[in-house]
């Protein structure tokens, strides 16, 4: 651990030499307000240095009651993330002028409240993790410019997010209370017998970029005898619509929310920020959004509950395809999730095949039993169906029937329909990695977030459009989580186990104060990751029957 004076001489030293003597300021040093840890720099004028900025807690100032319990912290760390990533938009967004340099980067939170790996908080200091880009001119180092990296933009920046006063306090404990009541409302699901809840005056549409809510929409609203009551630690008690287990149909005319609710209901998995407009639609955390997604692979996947034998497969006990039809992709997705412990399996008659909703019209044959079929029977199993359908033989089917109407529910009673199939779990699968290139150009294993639902493993992109990743930093934790998944996909473990042991491992490093790996990191489900792994082509499972 170094001095303000030692930072400013070796930066003196180095001024005018080639980039490469940056590397000299690879410390810790002690400044006036914070301490500023220089894990990384960067070999030349294009790359970025990875540094992290402590400020002691006291006098950071933040009181206790903002971060001693998990989902407070949590929110707390959230929210100067948040600030952080605003404060260096305005005053680090571009180069410093004449130079190659100054920017500074944290990746850009959304909507969702989530565990970020880029603030850690103790009881004795407040720490961000972050990348800056040294200044340079001609490639030479140029001391005058990172000390106004260091002591004016990045000053002015910690300045603004890391410490209690530079905040308003009724919209900080806001944030904290927000996240607080959402999980106990999630935490609650299961007494009351639900595995979803949409609060009165929630805001369901999603403007275009999906980073507020559209202006001007029609609150969400629903009939008493749909409400339940939500005592929550925070504020007054929360009133919304339940949606029970078992097999529920959500249906109406077109363009008046059906889709929007069960979009919500699968974002719900995750707390929202205030403002957001869904931060009381709230879903048990395991939920899944299934489509049809014809062309992806299967492998070893059991969906013999839904299909007996068909042209594309031999075993539909483990169905194995590089290319699978839109039906069959549908189900090998139900059967996935299910596997990984998916409790509320969600689907949209828009995205989905039709001979997956209902069964069709003189099709008594059809090798195919639709989830109408057996949702009633998945609800008794544990699996939860939400189905957005008009079709008429789906919701006599369904254990109970929310009619949308401009975005208000009420229950609609129809005359049912009996099934008598029963639905199966499906077979656990244990992965094997042996089969998987991991190689690409010189690096032997290469595992890059390409896109927000894009992994790219060696040298193939899985697309993976269903997970639940609404930002690019639980991307990113997918990604590094499935190097380390590599190693463990030796047959021994199942799939849920090998990508909750990964995650585990990368979030207990990211979690550590000796290192900053986790600058880039947010968090991601084992449901998600095990979607990742199934996509790829050469992925290999083995069922232990």
């Not at 929110?75 to 004449?98: G, M, N, Q, V, Y």
């Amino acid at each position: 651990m170094a001095s303000e004076e030692v930072l400013r001489k070796t930066l003196k030293n180095a001024d005018g030499k080639p980039f490469a003597k940056y590397k000299g300021i690879t410390n810790n040093f002690v400044l006036e307000d914070f301490e500023i840890i220089i894990d990384e720099v960067q070999n030349d004028k294009t790359g970025h240095t990875r540094m992290r900025v402590r400020v002691p807690m006291k006098a950071a100032g933040f009181p206790a009651d903002t971060w001693d319990t998990p989902v407070r912290s949590m929110a707390l760390r959230d929210l100067i993330a948040r600030r952080f990533w605003e404060s260096a938009r305005t005053h680090a967004r571009s180069p410093i002028p004449k130079t190659d340099g100054g920017e500074v980067y944290i990746p850009r939170p959304g909507q969702e409240i989530l565990n970020r790996g880029s603030v850690a908080i103790t009881q004795y200091f407040v720490e961000v993790r972050f990348t800056a880009d040294l200044p340079s001119v001609g490639g030479k180092v140029c001391a005058a410019t990172t000390e106004a990296l260091i002591f004016s933009r990045i000053a002015t920046i910690v300045s603004e997010s890391m410490f209690f006063s530079a905040y308003k306090q009724s919209k900080l404990y806001n944030h904290l209370h927000v996240a607080e009541n959402a999980e106990h409302i999630r935490s609650s699901l299961e007494e009351k017998g639900l595995v979803g809840f949409v609060a009165v005056g929630s805001i369901l549409p999603r403007r275009d970029d999906d980073l507020a809510p559209m202006v001007d929409a029609v609150p969400f609203d629903c009939d008493d005898s749909l409400k339940v009551t939500f005592e929550v630690p925070n504020g007054e008690p929360i009133v919304g619509m339940g949606v029970p287990k078992g097999f529920t149909v959500i249906t109406g005319s077109g363009r008046n929310g059906k889709s929007c609710l069960a979009d919500a209901l699968f974002a719900g998995v995750y707390d929202h920020i205030p403002g957001d407009g869904r931060e009381y639609v709230i879903s048990v955390p395991d939920a899944s959004f299934v489509m049809g997604e014809g062309g992806r692979p299967a492998d070893s996947v059991d969906i013999s509950m839904f299909v007996g034998s068909i042209p594309e497969a031999q075993d539909t006990f483990a169905i194995l395809g590089s290319s699978v039809s839109a039906p069959v992709s549908e189900l090998v997705a139900v059967s996935e999730a299910v596997e990984m412990g998916c409790r509320m399996v969600i689907v949209d008659e828009e995205f989905s095949s039709p001979g997956v909703i209902r069964r069709g019209f003189l099709a008594s044959d059809d090798p195919i039993t639709p989830l109408s079929e057996l949702g009633r029977s998945m609800g008794e199993a544990g699996v939860s169906l939400v189905m957005v359908s008009g079709d008429e033989s789906a919701i006599r089917l369904a254990d109970r029937v929310i009619l949308v109407n401009g975005f208000r529910a009420s229950s609609a009673d129809v005359e049912k329909l009996q099934s008598d199939v029963v639905y199966r779990l499906p077979a656990d699968r244990y992965p094997v990695s042996k089969g998987i290139v991991y190689e690409k150009a010189r690096k032997e294993v290469s595992i890059t977030a390409v896109s927000i639902r894009t992994v790219e493993i060696g040298e193939y992109k899985v697309n993976v459009p269903v997970a639940a990743f609404f930002d690019n930093a639980q991307t990113r934790m997918v990604a590094d989580a499935a190097v380390v998944a590599k190693d463990l996909m030796d047959g021994s473990r199942s799939m849920l186990d090998v990508c909750t042991e990964a995650l585990r491992i990368v979030t207990e490093n990211d979690s550590s104060v000796e290192n900053g790996d986790g600058m880039h990191h947010a968090y991601a489900r084992p449901i998600d990751l095990a979607a990742v792994m199934n996509r790829h082509p050469q992925m290999l499972a083995i069922q232990k029957r």
